[in-house]
């Protein structure tokens, strides 16, 4: 028995349904969700063809382009990809823009080589809709606490031993400071909004379940500016954050100097290396440190840049002969002179929103409890 059309968008997100997203690739690389897979009806192409078409000539002529473009062989291999997810993926459902003529098509073409596939009603734009009125909607009931403290605190390790909270830096695929960037790059502005909703979405569930309360628990993200990367947080999301109380980690110097050189070269470097080979992943990882110590030139003044610069290049030089250990050198002083004046003024402002600050073990059992 085939399983019916849906437009029960809150099931599939927190089900993490698999998708067949029909929309052409470009439409799908500006935004997307995280479980659904591209294979298009059309190509970027053939959209483009059948668009002018329908402007000149109507819907009749560019359906009947569409026809012609994707037909034969072409029309073959597309459904083949399709039966293919619908095989792997008995619980999914196929999509396109609208919930209109190409996922129509492509449910059709799918039932005609014998496979009854479900459509997801209203399509992308519907879900897209879903996800920003669920995650204001989960903004405007829940409470939430922010963690702060220093850089290299380790304030994302302790928020992901939390069952509450959600690692903004994750979803948005980047450390969150000037030295944050991961080699694989960052998703899109829409993917990341998308990616949060569904994460607020789901912990917001788990609340109801544990509580049995709609707007009981509160939900604990990480001290962030407007952009993590180039991924800006969403209005609602900053007014949220603005207003919530703040639970501080405190940690020494030394302490965050040895969380830093770990987080930004043995893991970052590791990164590197997987995605482009030992050799060119470490000359990736050297550019983006030059690069990243250029960034921060301004703020650094000319002179304090100069020197800090030049003990980066000697940490350089002694990683190459296989001595990692001189980047502690230029860590420190970054830490002390450029990021804590940075922070310190930042949490001078917001002072009045502090309710904890301690260890991070007594802030973890804080938050827990």
């Known amino acids: 028995m085939s399983r019916p059309d849906t437009k029960d968008f809150r099931a599939l997100f ?111 734009k519907a879900m897209r809709r879903f996800l920003i009125d669920a995650l204001e909607r989960v903004l405007d009931q829940r409470t939430a606490i922010i963690l702060s403290g220093r850089t290299g605190c380790a304030k994302t390790d302790l928020l992901n031993t939390l069952p509450n909270s959600v690692d903004l830096e994750g979803l948005a695929h980047h450390r969150g400071s000037t030295f944050g960037k991961r080699p694989a790059g960052q998703p899109s502005q829409i993917d990341f909004e998308n990616s949060l909703a569904i994460q607020l979405l789901r912990k917001d569930d788990a609340l109801q379940k544990l509580d049995g309360v709609d707007d009981a628990g509160s939900i604990v993200l990480e001290d962030e500016s407007l952009l993590i990367g180039r991924c800006a947080l969403p209005e609602a999301l900053r007014a949220r954050m603005a207003a919530s109380d703040i639970v501080l980690i405190d940690a020494n110097l030394e302490e965050r100097v040895e969380h830093s050189f770990n987080n930004y070269i043995l893991h970052k470097l590791a990164e590197w290396q997987e995605q482009e080979g030992e050799e060119l992943g470490f000359a990736g990882f050297v550019a983006d440190l030059r690069d990243s110590m250029q960034r921060v030139r301004k703020r650094l003044g000319g002179v304090r840049h100069a020197e800090i610069s030049d003990i980066l290049e000697a940490a350089i030089a002694a990683h190459e002969r296989g001595d990692n250990s001189l980047h502690r050198d230029w860590i420190r002083p970054m830490l002390d002179g450029y990021y804590d004046p940075m922070y310190d003024y930042q949490l001078n402002k917001k002072s009045d929103r502090i309710v904890f600050r301690g260890r991070a073990d007594d802030v973890r059992a804080y938050l827990l409890n």
Request: aromatic content about 10%.
């Open 14 to 124: 927190l089900r993490n349904t698999p998708m067949l997203d029909t929309r052409a690739p470009l439409e799908f690389t500006k935004g997307a969700f995280p479980h659904a897979i591209s294979l298009p009806l059309m190509t970027d192409v053939e959209r483009a063809k059948v668009g002018t078409c329908y402007k000149q000539q109507g819907q009749d002529a560019a359906i009947q382009l569409g026809h012609e473009l994707v037909s034969g062989q072409i029309k073959d291999e597309r459904v083949q990809q399709w039966l293919a997810f619908a095989a792997a993926n008995p619980d999914g459902y196929l999509y396109c823009f609208r919930g209109g003529l190409r996922s129509q098509i492509s449910q059709r073409w799918l039932a005609e080589a014998g496979c009854e596939y479900p459509r997801i009603t209203g399509g992308y």
